[in-house]
């Protein structure tokens, strides 16, 4: 896929970024070198490949137990909260 300049405007209008003239013939050939690498790795044949837990042969994750290690503060936070009803935050309603 290659991009073209309006297609750098586009995306830098909807990033909210504000690119100079200068700056958006180099960001044509960058994007434009990113997307072909992708579409590299898209025609990659990974048919029979399994999925991998970690990248090297016969290593695990290791992994810490799954324990709380906090206490529930749940009452004292909603203690400075303007409204709670039910154990829940009332907000005020914005859509009508």
Known sequence: MSL???DIENIAHL???SLREDEV???VETLG???AMVG???R???GGIEPMAHPLAGLTQRLRVDEATENDRHALYQQNAPQV???LYVVPKVIE
């Open 40 to 42: 590299q790795l898209d």
């Open 85 to 87: 009803e039910s154990g």
């Open 44 to 46: 990659a044949e990974t």
């Open 25 to 27: 013939a180099g960001y």
């Open 15 to 17: 990033a909210r970024l």
């Open 4 to 6: 073209n300049r309006s």
């Open 33 to 35: 070198n990113i997307l």
